[in-house]
């Protein structure tokens, strides 16, 4: 099962953090618009990222809700039909949030980096460290940090909850 180590933080200056993070880039970004509708499940979180082209990415992941960088797992598939797999999920399991982004997308050596404006929440900044096989968390939590130093990102901006977690809650967080 695939894994990265996470962060999440949100932006007071949105503008300021794109420039470092472009900087730092081993090249241009890439612009997603995407809609991820989150479906009630008992174990982890279950989404499905639908893309402007009608494709998406079904995606179970396990990541504990915490402001340090944190282990998550995940397994993922391709949809090739978006809207189909959304209505069967939502009749069989419930839809329990949906979450709207323009995502920009840089690669910072084995790290993406999200720049997210996220509908009713504001902009944000993800790391996903990719981590090797038997690698270890404290590996991974060391990069993460080191690129919050690098993009002046300060501890009180992290958000240990998902962005559905946050528009449940109105947007708090």
């Known amino acids: ?84 797999l959304r209505e069967l999920l939502a009749a069989a399991l419930g839809v329990r949030g949906r979450v709207v982004k323009r995502r920009l997308i840089f690669r910072v050596g084995r790290t993406r980096v999200h720049l997210d404006d996220v509908q009713g929440l504001g902009a944000f900044l993800e790391l996903e460290v990719e981590m090797a096989d038997g690698e270890s968390l404290a590996a991974g939590a060391e990069e993460a940090r080191r690129l919050m130093r690098a993009f002046a990102i300060p501890e009180d901006t992290l958000v240990a909850e998902a962005y559905v977690d946050l528009l449940e809650r109105g947007g708090a967080g």
């Open 1 to 84: 099962m695939p894994r990265n180590v996470e962060i999440k933080a949100r932006l007071t200056e949105p503008d300021a953090t794109r420039r470092l993070v472009a900087a730092a880039a081993d090249g241009p970004p890439t612009t997603l618009e995407q809609t991820d509708t989150f479906f009630r499940v008992a174990d982890g979180r279950l989404k499905l990222r639908e893309f402007a082209d009608g494709t998406a990415e079904l995606i179970h992941y396990h990541r504990a809700d915490t402001t340090v960088p944190a282990d998550s797992r995940y397994t993922k598939a391709d949809v090739p039909d978006g809207a189909a």
